[in-house]
T-cell receptor, first 114, second 114 residues
Framework: DQQVKQNSPSLSVQEGRISILNCDYTNSMFDYFLWYKKYPAEGPTFLISISSIKDKNEDGRFTVFLNKSAKHLSLHIVPSQPGDSAVYFCAASSPGGSQGNLIFGKGTKLSVKP | GAGVSQTPSNKVTEKGKYVELRCDPISGHTALYWYRQSLGQGPEFLIYFQGTGAADDSGLPNDRFFAVRPEGSVSTLKIQRTERGDSAVYLC????????????FGPGTRLTVL
């Protein structure tokens, strides 16, 4: 039973257009969400995060939207660039306990075509 | 400054052997995490250290897996009697304090059990 789901394994977008990556979660106790980007043979790199008390966080070309009622978040990249081509992971912080670990989705591979 | 480093980058071993994977966190980071990423999956939490102690080891799959961080810096993940199903990329991450802090990942160790 996956608690964090990324239902699109891949996404292809034209350079300059908007990329929208989606993520759903099942546990309403999650209170912190992050997006990581991963290039081949490298570890995941932190991109942007959002606390459950907010519904939007923006950092340059990257914006994360959180819809708590729908248990859904999305990452918008605009404009998309070829260097954005990577696997994007959505993650949520574990409720209760140490809250030290992250629960990841399976990732979405983004390809930005020149 | 230097990021999280992991050695070796690749490890090939035979079924039944013992392996050790090393992680050097970012200097000054008190929290250290181990994750495992299998093909086509997102990183899966294994264990979280706060200082020298394991704050949460609920992700370790069985008692063949063990991790230490004796001086609160470098950590070693130890796997006894390796099985083919242990083949994966083992990722280490560190964060400044812990809860809700951004985790910075190393490049991972690719373990292959023949």
């Amino acid at each position: 039973d996956q608690q964090v789901k990324q239902n699109s394994p891949s996404l292809s977008v034209q350079e300059g257009r908007i990329s929208i990556l989606n993520c759903d979660y099942t546990n309403s106790m999650f209170d912190y969400f992050l997006w990581y980007k991963k290039y081949p043979a490298e570890g995941p790199t932190f991109l942007i995060s959002i606390s459950s008390i907010k519904d939007k966080n923006e950092d340059g070309r990257f914006t994360v939207f959180l819809n708590k009622s729908a248990k859904h978040l999305s990452l918008h990249i605009v404009p998309s660039q070829p260097g954005d081509s990577a696997v994007y992971f959505c993650a949520a912080s574990s409720p209760g306990g140490s809250q030290g670990n992250l629960i990841f989705g399976k990732g979405t591979k983004l390809s930005v075509k020149p | 400054g230097a990021g999280v480093s992991q050695t070796p980058s690749n490890k090939v071993t035979e079924k039944g052997k013992y392996v050790e994977l090393r992680c050097d966190p970012i200097s000054g980071h008190t929290a250290l995490y181990w994750y495992r990423q299998s093909l086509g999956q997102g990183p899966e939490f294994l264990i979280y250290f706060q200082g020298t102690g394991a704050a949460d080891d609920s992700g370790l799959p069985n008692d063949r897996f063990f991790a230490v961080r004796p001086e609160g810096s470098v950590s070693t993940l130890k796997i006894q009697r390796t099985e083919r199903g242990d083949s994966a990329v083992y990722l280490c991450a560190s964060s400044l304090v812990g809860i809700a802090d951004t985790q910075y990942f190393g490049p991972g160790t690719r373990l292959t059990v023949l």
